[in-house]
């Protein structure tokens, strides 16, 4: 995403907060496409990411009234969806305890893959390692790598300091690169350290 979306989200924003339908409509247009793939990067379940970024455009409209537009657009909308997914594996944990411990993920048809066919063997391996974080080191990852977001930005997002923004990014990192050392035991990682 560059700079000038954001000021375009950021511009739509401020005209959807004044009540501005199309403007919203136009916000959501040009936002479902980032907003879809952040939410399936941080969700483990499928299922849900449908419904999380519909509660994501939701809280957005609700939320358009608080958001300072002399701020960038960009960073309010991640910490927002970040918020979301956080609330929907809260909700999904309360049901699974309310089911005596049996979560019922129903897959009726293939998880959607909104990063198309663009990703090779390595980098769904990769896909694969990142979802094997924590979420908590998982959002940093993706704020960080996929959003390019800096660590003091990372830290504004989630709400916390940017020097636990820091030990969050060095842990995922660190355990990214554990597994994906050599199989045989040697040094020689499977990818270079610029690409996580």
Wanted: charged share 25%; aromatic share 8%; net charge neutral.
């Amino acid at each position: 995403m560059d700079k000038s979306s954001s000021a375009d989200w950021s511009s739509l924003a401020q005209c959807a907060a004044r009540g501005d339908q199309g403007a919203f409509s136009l916000l959501y247009q040009s936002t479902v496409t980032e907003v879809y793939r952040t939410v399936y990067l941080l969700s483990h379940a499928s299922i849900d990411v449908e419904e999380i970024v519909q509660e994501v455009y939701i809280g957005i409209w609700k939320s358009l009234g608080r958001y300072d537009a002399t701020r960038p657009f960009s960073p309010w909308l991640h910490g927002l969806i970040i918020r979301q997914v956080r609330n929907a594996r809260r909700s999904r944990w309360r049901r699974w305890r309310l089911l005596s411990g049996e979560l019922e993920l129903h897959r009726e048809e293939p998880a959607p893959q909104p990063l198309g066919g663009l990703l090779t063997d390595h980098h769904m391996d990769l896909l694969s390692a990142i979802e094997s974080l924590p979420l908590r080191l998982r959002e940093v990852i993706i704020l960080r790598y996929f959003h390019g977001y800096s660590l003091v930005e990372i830290g504004e997002i989630l709400r916390i300091p940017s020097g636990t923004a820091r030990s969050r990014h060095h842990e995922a990192v660190r355990r990214l690169r554990i597994d994906y050392e050599a199989p045989d035991g040697g040094e020689q990682p499977k990818c270079q350290p610029n690409e996580i």
